[in-house]
């Protein structure tokens, strides 16, 4: 755990943790804990038994925001993306008057993105530092947003261009993980939503317009990942057509080879007949001629077939 004393963009660390209790004269307190650490920040902060409980959970929590007396305790998922599976971590966030406390289970690449921006930006408030955390989440949606898009583009180039067995797994594994994404979309949307239009004395009024923009674009990753999961569908019926084009085709091949055999079949089937009278069946070279005979046969119907577009 530690705990800082942020001024105007500016961190000085703070050794004492029972400093952070009251609010300084200038700036806020932010503690950056591990879920370990509520044990010892619960009783000076007095959070909420119930937002401890929810932290203190081995499940998956849902995003949310519930409002209590002192604090408003805020759920969040961070998403990474290595192009083989998504992640989701939960950022639980506990915001104070003058102070705000990140809880994670994993370490969170925005927190790290964070702290040049709050030096840059010169943040002095904790619902200021909320703000710039969570456009970083949503901007990483976005990203991710930007990478999945790639991925499902070169998918269907690869399925036109050369159709396998693996990208039916490979269809089925990204539409779940989209469809999963969707189901974490929209809570999280409703909390950047809550922070942007209702009345929140912890949250400044000009700030409320700066979620507003947030939101906007949360709702715009939300229809995208909505695209996505259209794209997807269109993308398996395209798998299955580009098969049942290749089954096709390959029973195009086979059909013609077949019928281009026929009459040398036919042709040996007469040789093979017990008959004394056969055209060429005492002469020296009459087996040659045969076979000559019989190629001549498949060739001509090969470039019938070419000639026809057949094959």
């Given at each position: 755990?530690?705990?800082?004393?942020?001024?105007?963009?500016?961190?000085?660390?703070?050794?004492?943790?029972?400093?952070?209790?009251?609010?300084?004269?200038?700036?806020?307190?932010?503690?950056d804990?591990?879920?370990?650490?509520?044990?010892?920040?619960?009783?000076?902060?007095?959070?909420?038994?119930?937002?401890?409980?929810?932290?203190?959970?081995?499940?998956?929590?849902?995003?949310?925001?519930?409002?209590?007396?002192?604090?408003?305790?805020?759920?969040?998922?961070?998403?990474?993306?290595?192009?083989?599976?998504?992640?989701?971590?939960?950022?639980?966030?506990?915001?104070?008057?003058h102070?705000?406390?990140?809880?994670?289970?994993?370490?969170?690449?925005?927190?790290?993105?964070?702290?040049?921006?709050?030096?840059?930006?010169?943040?002095t408030?904790?619902?200021?530092?909320?703000?710039?955390?969570?456009?970083?989440?949503?901007?990483?949606?976005?990203?991710?947003?930007?990478?999945?898009?790639?991925?499902?583009?070169?998918?269907?180039?690869?399925?036109?261009?050369h159709?396998?067995?693996?990208?039916?797994?490979?269809?089925?594994?990204?539409?779940?993980?989209?469809?999963?994404?969707?189901?974490?979309?929209?809570?999280?949307?409703?909390?950047?939503?809550?922070?942007?239009?209702?009345?929140?004395?912890?949250?400044?009024?000009?700030?409320?317009?700066?979620?507003?923009?947030?939101?906007?674009?949360?709702?715009?990753?939300?229809?995208?990942?909505?695209?996505?999961?259209?794209?997807?569908?269109?993308?398996?019926?395209?798998?299955?057509?580009?098969?049942?084009?290749?089954?096709?085709?390959?029973?195009?091949?086979?059909?013609?080879?077949?019928?281009i055999?026929?009459?040398?079949?036919?042709?040996?089937?007469?040789?093979?007949?017990?008959?004394?009278?056969?055209?060429?069946?005492?002469?020296?070279?009459?087996?040659?001629?045969?076979?000559v005979?019989?190629?001549?046969?498949?060739?001509?119907?090969?470039v019938?077939?070419?000639?026809?577009?057949?094959?």
């Amino acid at each position: 755990m530690k705990a800082r004393l942020v001024q105007d963009g500016v961190f000085t660390l703070v050794e004492d943790i029972t400093q952070t209790i009251d609010p300084p004269q200038h700036g806020f307190y932010w503690i950056d804990a591990d879920v370990e650490d509520l044990e010892l920040l619960q009783p000076l902060f007095h959070l909420h038994e119930l937002a401890v409980e929810d932290v203190l959970m081995e499940e998956e929590q849902r995003p949310k925001i519930e409002l209590y007396d002192t604090h408003y305790f805020i759920v969040m998922n961070s998403i990474r993306f290595d192009d083989e599976e998504i992640f989701l971590r939960a950022l639980n966030i506990f915001l104070g008057k003058h102070y705000i406390i990140t809880v994670t289970r994993q370490k969170i690449n925005e927190i790290r993105a964070l702290k040049p921006i709050l030096w840059e930006e010169e943040v002095t408030q904790p619902d200021q530092f909320l703000y710039h955390l969570m456009d970083l989440i949503v901007d990483n949606y976005t990203n991710v947003g930007d990478r999945i898009d790639a991925k499902i583009e070169k998918l269907e180039e690869d399925i036109l261009m050369h159709t396998k067995k693996s990208h039916l797994n490979e269809i089925i594994s990204l539409r779940s993980e989209i469809l999963w994404l969707k189901k974490v979309l929209n809570p999280q949307k409703e909390v950047i939503g809550t922070l942007h239009k209702k009345e929140l004395r912890l949250i400044s009024e000009p700030l409320k317009k700066y979620f507003g923009d947030i939101y906007e674009n949360a709702v715009k990753i939300s229809e995208t990942f909505d695209t996505f999961r259209d794209l997807m569908a269109n993308l398996r019926e395209a798998y299955q057509s580009s098969i049942a084009s290749r089954a096709n085709e390959i029973m195009r091949v086979f059909t013609a080879l077949t019928t281009i055999f026929m009459p040398l079949t036919f042709i040996t089937g007469i040789y093979g007949m017990n008959f004394d009278y056969i055209p060429g069946l005492h002469w020296d070279y009459g087996g040659v001629a045969a076979v000559v005979f019989m190629v001549l046969v498949a060739i001509s119907m090969f470039v019938l077939f070419r000639k026809k577009d057949w094959l």
